[in-house]
């Protein structure tokens, strides 16, 4: 029979158990086996010495420690499942007693998962959501479209405004001395458009081609590159050509232009308001779930959190996000030097908030168990079909990958998130700063 006790009411605890004599005979009589096969001994041809012999010269409790290695993990498993635990963490294994012809007894000190005593979560008041697409909504994001198919033109003899692109050589210095990096020839630079460095950008403006003007600028304190942050530069620049947008016209051949499954410009309307609204809307539930889960695990009370649950959900996090990295065709490798960041920098940022990612998921499962939800086998061979449409992959070695219970307990979190989000209501007024965001957001 195991027994638990739990240290000061935390997550964690000892969990005491024995191993029955017959488990621990069989151990003993397995590494018995094995150890004899590596020995010699005089009169006996190697593997071949008889166990009364052995035990005489050794002892058989040389065997103890490979019998417990043998026998251990079974019995360790056997155990959490009686006492009715989750361990979260690997067991620190102490010995109580390894006496001959009695039971060992074990302890196993470890981290489980805390308790978790839901509070409400259905019918929760959460704020509320405009999902309108207005025109200049839709005009706003035609009007990206007509940016995006605008042709450079020439300036002859012009001055280079904003919006414009300047063609130019630069070369840059600090203290007189030139540093890596910090040359181009022949770079294409839309003015206006944030990509260098803080006022670069605007001292070119107003210069036509041919022009050779020196721009002097300050890094930023946060700087990427540590050797050049907060540092004055100067830069050579020699300005060989200035273009402008020609943008095309509002009109049907813009329409087909854009898009070839469209013929007419109130057709690319009608489609872009469609995009639009499926955006948006999709962009409120995911606000929805997220504030709806905060509040239930507000309502929640959860026991302490270990760390090594924590460091998990860091680890998953950081795997994942490099993982989608690598499929954009960027190694963890190439991804640090492109941010001016490492993975203790990543690390710590994904580790900020673990904590309550830890309890969301927790508060998931107890709603889980509350509501008795389950995945259906429809709802697993509907969530394989999903997965190898998403990742490419044929159905069998998504089945490899995922087990059936790793499948059903996704589709099981993935209901208890709808319970929580559909039954929501949204009735409290928007914060004044949401407002101000929205008005924003509307003014792209």
């Given amino acids: 029979m195991a027994k638990w006790e739990r240290e000061d009411d935390k997550s964690r605890g000892k969990l005491t158990f024995e191993i029955d004599v017959k488990t621990v005979q069989k151990g003993i009589d397995d590494a018995f086996q094995e150890t004899k096969k590596k020995i010699t001994v005089p009169g006996f041809r190697k593997g071949h010495v008889p166990r009364q012999i052995f035990n005489q010269m050794y002892g058989e409790e040389s065997l103890y420690q490979d019998a417990l290695n043998k026998v251990l993990p079974d019995a360790y498993e056997a155990a959490v499942k009686d006492a009715d635990i989750e361990p979260v963490s690997q067991p620190q294994i102490g010995i109580e007693s390894m006496e001959k012809g009695k039971p060992w007894v074990m302890t196993a000190t470890v981290d489980i998962k805390p308790d978790v005593k839901l509070g409400d979560y259905k019918g929760l008041s959460i704020t509320k959501h405009d999902n309108t697409v207005s025109d200049a909504d839709v005009d706003s994001e035609i009007e990206d479209k007509r940016q995006q198919q605008a042709e450079l033109v020439l300036k002859e003899d012009k001055p280079a405004a904003k919006g414009d692109t300047v063609v130019i050589d630069y070369v840059g210095t600090i203290d007189g001395k030139k540093f890596d990096g910090g040359s181009a020839d022949n770079y294409s630079l839309e003015l206006g458009s944030n990509s260098f460095i803080p006022g670069f950008e605007d001292q070119l403006v107003g210069h036509k081609a041919d022009d050779k003007v020196d721009v002097k600028v300050t890094f930023p304190k946060d700087y990427h590159a540590k050797e050049l942050a907060g540092k004055d530069a100067n830069f050579a620049v020699t300005i060989h050509e200035v273009k402008e947008k020609q943008l095309p016209k509002l ?11 469209v013929d007419t410009l109130d057709e690319l309307k009608k489609k872009t308001r469609d995009q639009l609204q499926k955006q948006k ?11 709806a889960l905060d509040k239930a695990v507000e309502n929640a009370t959860i026991g302490d959190i270990p760390e090594q649950m924590k460091k998990d959900d860091t680890d998953r996090q950081m795997q994942q996000y490099l993982a989608g990295m690598q499929q954009q065709g960027i190694s963890p490798k190439l991804y640090f030097q492109m941010t001016g960041t490492s993975e203790d920098a990543l690390r710590k940022q994904f580790s900020n908030d673990a904590e309550h ?20 086998q429809d709802d697993i061979d509907k969530e394989i079909k999903d997965l190898a449409k998403q990742y490419q992959m044929d159905e069998d070695q998504v089945k490899k990958v995922l087990s059936t219970d790793m499948l059903s307990h996704d589709i099981e979190i993935k209901k208890a998130v709808d319970l929580v989000a559909d039954s929501a209501k949204q009735e409290l007024e928007p914060k004044k700063d949401d407002k101000k965001d929205d008005d924003k957001d509307s003014d792209k």
């Fill in 251 to 261: 009109d049907d051949d813009f329409a087909k232009d854009v898009d070839e499954d």
């Fill in 357 to 376: 990612r830890v309890k969301t998921n927790l508060v998931l499962e107890a709603i889980v168990k509350d509501a008795k939800l389950t995945a259906s």
């Fill in 281 to 291: 809307d999709d962009d409120i539930r995911s606000d929805v779930e997220e504030e």
